[in-house]
């Protein structure tokens, strides 16, 4: 089995189980954790992340990093 379908039955998993939690209702298992947080604390845990993702010298560094790893990976040969 290769990764690629592990990974979509992972996905479909996921997504069902997302879906039926709203559905019935339950916002916070479908929204999970992270989004939708709570406790204040975890509030503002998550809003203190945005910033910091967002910011400035972090986009440099991510910019950097990919750019990195994109230009590392060699592409594959395709029969034309």
């Known amino acids: 089995m290769s990764p690629d379908t592990v990974d979509a ?3 479909e998993r996921l997504a069902r189980e997302g879906s039926a939690a709203l559905a019935g209702g339950d916002h916070r298992t479908a929204a999970a954790p992270f989004f939708a947080p709570a406790t ?3 509030i503002h845990s998550r809003d203190r992340t945005y910033r910091l993702l967002s910011s ?8 950097r990093l990919t750019e990195k790893a994109a230009t590392a ?3 594959p040969e395709y029969p034309v």
């Open 73 to 75: 990976v060699e592409p």
């Open 9 to 11: 039955r992972r996905f």
């Open 56 to 63: 400035r010298l972090l986009a440099g560094f991510r910019k």
């Open 40 to 42: 204040e604390r975890r």
